[in-house]
Nanobody, 127 residues
Framework: VQLQAYGGGLVQAGDSLRLSCAAS????????????MAWFRQAPGKEREFVAA????????YYADSVKGRFTISRDDAKNTVYLLMNSLKPEDTAVYYC?????????????????WGQGTLVTVSS
């Protein structure tokens, strides 16, 4: 499974940005809908942290407390793509954002349980 994240950039506090993550390989076609998809982020000097996750066919959504109410995760299984819409961005949202995929159940926030990772896209929020 290959994941390609894109859509990052430099924005000002309060702006919005939408990240996309396209899947290919084994996650393409009908199998994509069977993957749990998630976004993580890693700020400079900090550990990677969970941001949001969406289960099979968008049945359930999960968010970190720090982004709840501002970020929205969604997926388009016909396009093998997962999105992260980020509103009301804050300087503390500055990080490299990674998309990840898994086909197993378990803790959605556990980095080690995600088998597939994209390369990351940088989001910089200026104050």
């Amino acid at each position: 499974v290959q994941l390609q994240a894109y859509g990052g950039g430099l924005v000002q506090a309060g702006d919005s940005l939408r990240l996309s993550c396209a899947a290919s390989g084994d996650a393409s076609g009908d199998t994509f809908s069977r993957y749990i998809m998630a976004w993580f982020r890693q700020a400079p000097g900090k550990e990677r942290e969970f941001v949001a996750a969406i289960t099979w066919s968008g049945g359930s959504l999960y968010y970190a407390d720090s982004v709840k109410g501002r970020f929205t995760i969604s997926r388009d299984d016909a396009k093998n793509t997962v999105y992260l819409l980020m509103n009301s961005l804050k300087p503390e949202d500055t990080a490299v954002y990674y998309c990840a995929a898994r086909s197993t159940i378990g803790s959605l926030v556990a980095i080690k349980e995600y088998a597939y990772w994209g390369q990351g896209t940088l989001v910089t929020v200026s104050s």
